[in-house]
């Protein structure tokens, strides 16, 4: 039972929670995450815990940000200095003046659908296919990668992202890949449009920006899952990629579409009488 409601390490860089393999930045090691009125709770004679406050399992996951029982951002604490990490909760927080005045202060949100999905996954239940059958901390990080795309645009400096906008990134991300390659098609979409409609040249980088660098540029070690594919997918469906590239490890075998100007490249032909010659025939 214990061990069922714990990170057990299991290999390199990686965890098992409730039965789930996950990756070792699933849950939090920096910072050691509260929600306040939970602890002030705690501490009064008559509570489960007996006047001791005590951690939940949810707070130490890195994708769940609000506590889904008072729907209050969850507060962290910096651990990074080496002996705070031998610190418990009462020792950490022991201020109650100080956790009463935080949980008033506390900012409300609602628990998001990728929060939900995350917790309910934990304790069993199934949810959407394409999620289902990938590992737990790629299907969140993929969530939040495409929402956060396309709520924040492609250029988002990801070290400024606030808790309450990654919030909404996991919910809009979850909106999207709940229904499948359908659904995460349709947020690339947007991206794409919005790169379109600028009128800014550029590639697939320029067009998805840290959602493209995420999947392109990481340890070889590091799966992304199943969004790989997908996203790999819709860009060599809009972008002229010549073969041999290295599109997400792997090299491009064929040029599915092409612009005027690759495809002038390609032929020798002036893009002006290849861009005529491609009205005449219909096929821009």
Not at 60 to 72: A, K, M, N, S, T
Not at 91 to 102: C, G, R
């Amino acid at each position: 039972v214990l061990a069922r409601m714990a990170f057990v390490r299991t290999g390199t860089r990686q965890r098992i929670i409730a039965g789930e393999r996950v990756g070792e930045g699933f849950f939090t090691a920096s910072k050691r995450r509260f929600c306040p009125t939970c602890l002030v709770e705690d501490n009064q004679a008559a509570s489960e815990s007996h006047g001791m406050l005590v951690g939940r399992l949810a707070w130490q996951i890195e994708p769940i940000r609000v506590c889904d029982l008072h729907g209050q951002l969850l507060q962290g604490d910096d651990i990074q200095p080496f002996a705070n990490r031998f610190l418990s909760l009462p020792e950490l927080k022991s201020d109650m003046a100080q956790l009463e005045a935080m949980a008033l202060a506390a900012e409300k949100r609602e628990p998001t659908s990728l929060q939900n999905y995350i917790m309910n996954r934990i304790y069993g239940k199934s949810g959407p296919a394409w999620l289902d059958g990938q590992q737990l901390n790629l299907t969140s990080r993929a969530c939040e990668m495409l929402g956060i795309v396309v709520i924040q645009g492609s250029g988002v400096d990801l070290k400024s992202v606030a808790n309450e906008q990654w919030c909404e990134a996991g919910d809009i991300g979850y909106s999207f890949a709940s229904r499948g390659k359908a659904g995460i098609y349709e947020g690339l979409t947007i991206v794409y449009d919005r790169h379109i409609h600028s009128g800014k040249s550029g590639g697939p980088q320029k067009a998805f920006g840290r959602l493209f660098q995420w999947l392109q540029y990481h340890r070889k070690d590091k799966s992304r899952g199943s969004i790989r594919e997908v996203v790999r997918e819709f860009i060599l469906d809009h972008f002229p990629l010549e073969i041999g590239f290295n599109l997400f490890a792997e090299p491009v075998r064929e040029v599915r579409v092409h612009t005027v100007t690759s495809l002038s490249r390609l032929t020798k032909i002036h893009p002006v009488s290849l861009r005529h010659a491609a009205e005449v025939a219909g096929l821009i």
